[in-house]
């Protein structure tokens, strides 16, 4: 079918984005070994910002790729002092 469906959400340890499609859906295995930059690019987005992404895949069921993304929630009024330790 046509039809994406999009998450996104936070919540106190991160940012989970989630996109599922009932598409043809591939293989993992054989897309890595494949040499594209689709999937490599994704994950090595993601772990620069110390995430993680899942796949999940399967032919003629879809796919559904998921990224977490951990963020730190600073408290207002809390800055770095010159030695970067907050005060």
């Known amino acids: 079918t046509d039809s994406v469906w999009v998450s996104l959400t936070g919540g106190r340890g991160g940012i989970e984005l989630s996109v599922k499609d009932r598409g043809d859906g591939f293989e ?3 897309a890595l070994r494949g040499g594209g930059l689709g999937l490599i ?4 987005r993601v772990r620069a910002q110390h995430g993680t992404l899942a796949i999940q895949s399967k032919r003629g069921k879809g796919t559904t790729v998921t990224a ?8 207002p009024g809390k800055a770095p002092n010159s ?3 907050t005060v």
């Open 68 to 75: 977490f993304i951990p963020i730190e929630i600073k408290r």
């Open 28 to 30: 993992l295995d054989q």
């Open 41 to 44: 690019s994704m994950e090595e």
């Open 83 to 85: 030695k970067g330790r």
